[in-house]
């Protein structure tokens, strides 16, 4: 029968004797394994300067210098540290334990492997010579000539390599003179440092911080290197400010080979009930157009307890080429106008209010003056209701100043008090409504002889009335429901072509419009009708899941009078009918899912609208997505986007958007990704239209990403993400 290893708890004392060393009360005991039911567990649960021996034997020699030796395996536990070793000395003097041979330390975030280590019980500062290392909290591992670690867990190296690959395998690997990793901000930093891939140096840095962690830590970001055919060469290299827990900045000097050194700024803050950011982008000296460049753009909010929120957006521009020059993409390039406005508002259960000041600024040079938005200086909505027995009582109210350089402004009046006569049941409602819209005017810059306080009222009466019927299918677990709504509404004829449009458009018809009352959107106009619009919806649902399987609805509108109001420049409507509009969404698959809406007229007036889109993904890694979209004398786009396997570890991506109205791709990019248990490679060339007018531009983008380190070369993982719906840049 073997021998049963000894136990010892000792206490550090804090009283000093003689000889001026610190004591350590021990209590001994023959006892079970460390971890089970020790008498001494308790000790240590009470007092966290406890250190738990279990050792094989024990030699103690006393007198002026008291030391202590351990031998036959040594395991010691303080507090949620524990430590191993074949053999252990004991110095008071030094308040030191000195581990020796197969030395072993663990803690909730380190592993260490060495061959000598001291444990300074005092200070709680521990010393390893020739050790290995791993980090619980993630993959990165290496090796050091010194390693120490503090009672808070952060680790300091000398003549250190360090990688997240996992052992036997060292596809990158950080050398260097010294590293600091603070495993409880997750952050390391590190001195004269060398990056090695695949064995070849591939950089050198005299200091960089990295995460191990998503801690955030003020920096060097990783430099970002890309090309294009319209601004060359380009190299971002972003330094990330730690301003303050709610406050930080990035910095970022970007070099143009073909245009000049571009600063970009971006300040974020966020208080108890502030938050926003501040983006400020200048480039002294554009070499092309040999003028500065600029960019601005502010957005603040305010949530305030009474449910007062308050909204700022500020964005300007320096001149209508800018997004196009060095915006990146088509759908920056393409914008027309910014918007600038202060926003103050107020949601309760009956009552909403919003104030604001709003601009524009016009950025396309083809948008004439007199077709430019208006400023709205000021703008006051209010809209409220009230439950009065049976009845509801609401009120839409707008007092709107439009300002604009060219052509007529003024204030506009609005006004629409409202009465319903709600009635409900299961599955059921009915809701008669009679309404009154009135509107004043009082205009400036009115040709001779024109109005300058036209008034309209028109009477509005409706019917809006429906059914949910609902079955339970073959399958028990799914039902189906079926929907139809009937919206009558009657508007008499009122002569408004004396009044100015100010903010007020023909939008497309589709499933909202479609149970609109008003086939104009904006208060310039309120169209003359007596219609009918009928619609029905069925969905199939899976009870287990909640899952909507499967959505279908189809609507149209019915006229019985032609339209005489109409906007200038435009006739009206003698139509019959509105076009029929259809929507339909599939789920039945989990792998699948098919959307498609479509707008057609009736007789040879054949398709309006179309858009349809397809997306099969089995895995997460494996996305087809197409999609069509068109519009009659507009547009007629297919678009064919993937991310696939083609190997173990290659991957094949890129997407593919033509035009066949222009027959021409507008974009489309291919590449390659390759992913190894440590690292990740990202080749993509790209060719799309960068221009208003059509110009196109190139690029060609590659990353190196370095897990749970960094990243080289352009974001390229940014272009996917955006070009390919549901695909994730997160390497596994």
């Not at 089970?36 to 007092?47: G, H, K, L, M, Q």
């Not at 189906?480 to 903010?503: H, K, M, S, W």
Request: hydrophobic fraction near 35%.
């Amino acid at each position: 029968m073997s021998a049963k290893p000894l136990i010892f708890a000792c206490t550090l004392l804090a009283v000093s004797h003689a000889h001026g060393a610190d004591e350590l009360s021990c209590r001994t005991s023959v006892s079970k394994p460390l971890l089970e039911d020790s008498p001494f567990n308790t000790v240590i649960a009470d007092n966290p300067e406890t250190i738990l021996f279990e050792l094989g034997s024990f030699e103690m020699r006393l007198g002026e210098n008291p030391t202590a030796s351990m031998t036959g395996g040594v395991l010691l536990r303080r507090d949620d540290k524990l430590a191993a070793a074949e053999a252990a000395r004991y110095d008071p003097v030094q308040r030191a334990l000195f581990l020796e041979g197969g030395v072993r330390y663990e803690d909730p975030r380190t592993q260490i492997r060495s061959t000598l280590a001291e444990f300074g019980y005092g200070t709680g500062r521990i010393r390893f010579e020739g050790a290995s290392f791993s980090l619980g909290s993630s993959s990165g591992r290496g090796a050091a000539d010194l390693l120490e670690i503090n009672e808070n867990g952060t680790l300091s190296l000398g003549g250190v390599e360090y990688t997240t690959c996992p052992p036997g395998s060292e596809d990158w690997l950080l050398q260097g003179k010294s590293i600091v990793l603070d495993t409880q901000k997750g952050v390391g930093t590190a001195k004269n440092m060398k990056l090695r891939f695949q064995n070849v140096p591939i950089l050198y840095l005299p200091y960089i911080s990295f995460p191990i962690g998503d801690a955030r830590k003020s920096g060097v970001l990783t430099p970002e290197i890309g090309t294009s055919g319209r601004s060359g060469n380009e190299i971002r290299v972003p330094y990330y400010w730690n301003i303050a827990p709610n406050y930080d900045a990035t910095i970022t000097p970007r070099l143009l080979t073909s245009r000049g050194l571009q600063l970009e700024t971006h300040f974020r803050y966020l208080t108890e009930r502030n938050s926003g950011g501040i983006t400020a982008d200048y480039l002294p000296d554009d070499s092309v157009v040999d003028d500065s460049r600029r960019q601005i753009r502010f957005n603040h909010r305010t949530l305030w307890n009474n449910g007062w929120r308050g909204v700022v957006n500020f964005r300007e521009v320096s001149d209508s080429q800018y997004f196009e020059d060095l915006g990146g993409s088509l759908s920056i390039s393409s914008i027309t106008h910014l918007d600038r406005h202060v926003r103050f508002d107020y949601y309760s259960r009956h009552l909403s209010f919003i104030a604001q000041a709003q601009d524009y600024q016009t950025i396309d040079d083809a948008i004439l003056p007199i077709d430019e938005p208006y400023r709205r200086l000021p703008q006051v909505v209010v809209s409220a209701t009230w439950p009065v027995g049976p009845f509801k009582l609401g009120l839409d109210s707008e007092v709107v100043n439009f300002d604009r350089d060219v052509g007529v402004t003024g204030w506009r009046f609005n006004a629409t008090p409202s009465l319903e006569a709600p009635i409900t049941g299961a599955g059921w409602f009915f809701t008669p409504a009679v309404s009154l819209d009135h509107t004043r005017y009082d205009l400036a810059d009115t040709l001779p002889g024109e109005t300058v306080d036209p008034t309209r009222t028109v009477p509005i009466t409706s019917v809006d009335t429906g059914l949910v019927l609902e079955r339970t299918m073959a399958d028990a677990n799914r039902i189906q429901t079926i929907e139809p709504r009937l919206l009558y509404v009657n508007i008499p004829y009122r002569d408004q072509d004396g009044l100015p449009v100010f903010d007020t458009i023909t939008p497309d018809i589709n499933l909202v419009q479609l149970y609109r009352k008003n086939r104009f959107l904006g208060g310039d106009r309120i169209g003359d009708t007596e219609q009918v619009s009928v619609g029905v919806t069925t969905r199939v649902l899976d009870l287990d899941s909640g899952r909507e399987m499967m959505t279908a609805t189809i609507g149209q509108t019915r006229y019985f009078s032609d339209r005489d109001v109409a906007l200038p420049g435009m006739t009206a409507s003698t139509f019959e009918t509105s076009d029929y509009i259809a929507l339909v969404r599939f789920g039945l698959l989990r792998n699948v899912n098919f959307d498609i809406g479509h707008q057609w007229g009736t007789g040879d007036q054949g398709t309006t609208k179309s858009e349809a889109r397809l997306q099969y993904r089995p895995a997460t890694n494996r996305i087809v997505n197409l999609a069509y979209r068109f519009r009659r004398d507009s547009l007629e786009q297919g678009d064919l986007s993937w991310s696939w396997p083609v190997a173990s570890s290659w991957n094949f991506v890129g997407r593919y958007n033509y035009s066949f109205r222009d027959q021409e791709a507008l974009e489309q990019f291919f590449g390659l990704e390759y992913e190894s248990c440590c690292w990740g490679l990202r080749l993509v060339s790209r060719r799309h239209i960068s221009t208003r007018d059509g110009t196109r531009d190139s690029s060609i983008g590659l990353q190196l990403v370095l897990k749970g380190m960094t990243s080289v070369g352009t974001a390229a993982d940014k272009l996917l993400e955006r070009g390919i719906l549901g695909y994730s840049a997160d390497l596994r």
